[in-house]
């Protein structure tokens, strides 16, 4: 197994936390180096962490903060932890959930591979969005449309001055009121790791934001076909603006691919 090129400072005041017994923060920090490590190919699958002493040595930590990291990773589906065989590092790409995209976009050393994710989730988000508009034309009350038209003024403030970070947060918020605008429990199940892997990405990278020309004007359609309950209306709308946006992107992460 490959260790680590160097050890991660410690936090200023960390060794001052840990006596304080504030070790969740140093568990949290080590928990983010070992899954850098392993989204970035650092660790390999069926790589074994060191054992606990030698880790806890290390990283200059104790036992019991290490051993909280090490759950935050099992939690987080990157290893498995065995009585008797310690810990092995799982194969992120079977195992992971939505919630490793923002991390994996800034640790992954392999830039081909983030593009082939991102190629295959930006359909995926859509078929979400196309069943949240779905229900949302046929179960959106008055005051469903009253927050998704407030939030959208908004929004079109914030484009017309060029605003990317209140547009992204904007949208966020728009995205939440589409789909509680459909009152399915359900599909907010299916949705919250999309948005949250949206959040944590686009407050990430910014860049990965796509100010297309005509947003304001497809956010307009999509609450007036939701208004009119007109279902087949809502999803061409998304469709056409989607494709054309995430096209621009697959584009522009090529043409960086190419010059690699």
Known sequence: MSRPSETPKKPEGAANEEKAGLSPNIAATLFRELR????????????????????????DTNRNTLREAVRMLEQARLVTVRHGQG???????RTGTM????????????????VH?????????LMVLEFAAKLATRRADREDVARLRDITDL??????????????HGFQRWL???IDAGHSVAVRWIANPFLDAYREAMDRFPALWVLEPTFPQHLRDLIDAVEAADEE???????????????DLMRALGAVLVKR
């Open 155 to 168: 929004m079109i403030a914030a484009f017309e001055r060029a605003d990317l970070v209140v547009i992204a």
């Open 117 to 125: 994710i991102l190629e295959d989730i930006l359909p995926a988000r």
């Open 99 to 114: 919630e490793l995209l923002p991390p994996f976009l800034e640790h992954s050393g392999d830039l081909a591979d983030v």
């Open 176 to 178: 939440d009121a589409l």
């Open 36 to 59: 850098r490590q392993i989204l970035s190919g650092e660790l390999g699958s069926g790589d074994r962490l060191p054992g606990e002493r030698e880790l806890a040595q290390r990283y």
């Open 87 to 93: 810990v092995t590092i799982c194969d992120f790409r």
């Open 233 to 247: 209306r809502a999803l061409l709308v998304l469709r056409n603006y989607y494709q054309r946006v995430d096209a």
